[in-house]
């Protein structure tokens, strides 16, 4: 097949590539720059001008190919309400193409889409139209361009990861990095799905190949990982201290991942695997955290005071309305948070390496 890959060039796009390629597929990617336009060049694919924004442009491409998959979003969390229902017009806009083909079109969710109640682990089977999740846009306009007659699938992502890359983590790490502590809150006991990058790019071949009309297919090679485990691995990656935060404090810590932190996000696979035969087999979640390719690097950040590269949004003009990372520690928190450094610091430090 000739394939239309929007989010060409990003984290996901960029592996599915060569997964498609290496099946015989042929890529046309979006991209709305030079510089995409060679990196895509480069991979074997061929570039088309445009943007998730630029709707004609959506439908062009799609027009032109025998399959869509849809990877591109706007990964802007201060403004994701915006964002998702910006998704929603891009993913009506490819359906425009397809309307009364056979031609798939693979669309990207989250596995948070799935989860029947609050701490029960997500399945594919499941879908509320009324979830409070703003990322419901995307599904819902799925719905949508099924009713029209396309054929359309989804996949549900949980945390993407290889060792540059864990998908909400980098953020984790980016926040540990900054205030010198990772952390989780007090009683918490959620955990997070994960799959890597690579067997997730496979999903996405094998969902666009065999994929039911209307299914959707969880991207989870493991179901459930400690959410406390995942900021020990932080803690170990860049060299901070691990610490529990009081409830209360959690948002003012975590500003806008503490929507993410506090929730369970684990997800059931079984179905997808025994649909379409996909057995994951890339490395875990804290495998690629604790990766001693990126923890010297991570650790030098971590100690002046810098992040791992991953910018986070502020919510607000003054960065507090709406808990802006790292800030608004109460007095104790403060405390027992400096305590807790000097300790580390005495530990690990040597002289001549201190902030």
Partial sequence: ???????????????????????????????????????????????????????E??????????????????????????????DGRAIEALGDALVGSDRPLVITSSTAMGAPAPGERALETHFDPGHPNPRVASELA?????????????????QIHDVAKQGLVTSMIELAG??????????????????????????????????????????????????????????RRIGVPVVELPAAEVAGHFGWLAT???KDLS???????????????????????????????????ALRGEGSGTALPKRDAFGQAQGRPGRNFSDSSRCARINCLATWSLKHLRPGHGR
């Fill in 267 to 301: 997800a059931s696979s079984a179905w997808t695997q025994a649909a379409l035969g996909w057995s994951p087999r890339g490395p875990g979640l804290l495998a690629d955290i604790d990766s001693k390719q990126r923890q010297e690097a991570d650790r030098s950040l």
């Fill in 1 to 55: 097949m000739r394939v239309f890959l929007t989010g060409a060039t990003g984290f996901i796009g960029s592996a599915i590539i060569p997964e498609l390629m290496g099946a015989g597929h042929q890529v046309l990617g979006l991209t709305r720059s030079d510089a995409g336009a060679l990196a895509l060049a480069a991979a074997g694919a061929e570039a088309h001008r445009g943007d998730i924004q630029d709707l």
């Fill in 142 to 158: 799925g719905q949508a361009a099924a009713a029209r007659g396309v054929n359309i699938s989804v996949v549900r992502l949980s």
């Fill in 57 to 86: 442009s959506l439908r062009q491409g799609a027009a032109a190919c025998d399959g869509v998959i849809h990877t591109a979003f706007d990964h802007d969390f201060a403004h994701f309400a915006h964002n998702c229902q910006k």
């Fill in 178 to 235: 900054r205030t010198g502590v990772s952390a989780y809150g007090a009683g918490d006991r959620n955990g997070w799905s994960a799959a890597h990058i690579s067997d997730t790019a496979r999903l996405y071949r094998l969902v666009l190949e065999a994929g039911t009309p209307g299914a959707r297919y969880h991207a989870t090679a493991e179901e459930t990982i400690p959410f406390r485990d995942i900021a020990a691995a932080v803690g």
């Fill in 260 to 262: 993410f932190v506090s």
